[in-house]
């Protein structure tokens, strides 16, 4: 299975503590920039036969916007378990059972979650939570995860690529 892990473009400000999180949109220049992203993903002949993204609105357009640029030809679905605050182990329950080996998803979610999940994926053996690297996902950025194995309580597979929106630019130029 390839896992393409994104992460929601360019979000508005925090307002005040008293507002939710849930409901921060992209700014004007995050939705250029993934707008530029999925057209770049689709000029490199990348596929996706499902997209899962985060219900929180950042991530959801985000999703939303790649999902327009490759024509709606990909299903979507929010997942509560790509919310800042979701169960990686939940998530990992879900891909292995709903999805087969040669599937390619598309998860779109927040940071520190899915730097996380990217390092924990490639963490050798069984040892959930043992990380084998630190990696950063910056805003809009996208990696390339192929899964090599999976079962109900972790998923392991190997980085194929990581990239910031800088070097999506210069690659689809």
Request: net charge positive; with cysteine; charged share 30%.
């Amino acid at each position: 299975m390839d896992l393409f892990v994104l992460r929601h473009g360019e979000a508005g400000k925090r307002l005040s503590s008293g507002s939710s999180d849930f409901d921060r949109p992209l700014t004007i220049t995050g939705k250029r920039e993934v707008t530029d992203i999925a057209k770049s993903l689709k000029d490199f002949g990348v596929k996706f036969n499902f997209i899962i993204t985060s219900p929180l609105k950042r991530a959801h357009q985000t999703a939303s916007l790649v999902a327009m640029a490759f024509s709606s030809e990909n299903k979507m679905e929010k997942w509560d378990e790509l919310k800042p605050d979701g169960n990686r182990i939940d998530l990992y329950r879900k891909l292995s059972q709903q999805f087969k080996q040669d599937s390619s998803i598309l998860i779109v979610g927040h940071e520190p979650y899915l730097s996380s999940l990217i390092s924990e994926v490639m963490s050798e053996g069984d040892r959930v939570g043992t990380a084998c690297g630190r990696i950063v996902l910056k805003k809009a950025g996208l990696a390339k995860v192929r899964i090599t194995s999976s079962s109900s309580q972790t998923i392991h597979g190997e980085l194929r690529w990581l990239l910031t929106p800088k070097h999506m630019k210069k690659i689809s130029k």
